[in-house]
């Protein structure tokens, strides 16, 4: 589920103000993402904090049919789960340098997404200047 393309507009009964909200179909998918994230024991293998330096976050997403999807969709509702679920501290550009790798594959009998989250420090970018290709890390 992605949240962008599940969005619904409603109306502030008290405001009269329009708002975007995602739709039950995205909001139980995050509902089942945490569960899943605590029965598992994320946080506790973070001592419960979470993360706050730069990291890279790489996703691979295992779908059930090989129907077409959005890769930056899926990115950014997988970062707003872990946003919620205190593993990262927020998904800016401060904390999330780069989602290097992150790739969707075909897997109908187990569809899922595998996240991978190093030291920022361990991406390498490679830039061209006039003398050729040089690399930062």
């Known amino acids: 589920r992605t949240k962008k393309n599940s969005q619904q507009i409603f109306k502030n009964k008290q ?8 739709s039950k179909l995205y909001k139980a998918y995050e509902s089942k993402c945490l569960w899943d994230m605590r029965r ?4 506790r293998k973070l001592n419960f904090k979470p993360i706050s330096q730069p990291v890279n976050i790489q996703v691979t997403y295992y779908m059930p049919t090989r ?7 899926l990115l950014e509702a997988t970062l707003d789960i872990l946003t919620a679920g205190g593993v990262i ?13 992150s790739v969707v594959l075909y897997d109908p009998e187990k569809p899922r997404a595998e996240i991978i989250i190093t ?3 361990d991406i390498f970018i490679t830039y061209k200047t006039s003398r050729g290709a040089e690399l930062i890390t």
């Open 15 to 22: 405001t009269g103000k329009y708002f975007v909200s995602p």
């Open 40 to 43: 598992a024991g994320v946080l």
């Open 67 to 73: 129907a077409r999807v959005d890769l930056v969709n």
């Open 89 to 101: 501290e927020d998904d800016n550009n401060n904390i999330v340098a780069g989602m290097n790798g």
């Open 119 to 121: 030291p920022a420090s």
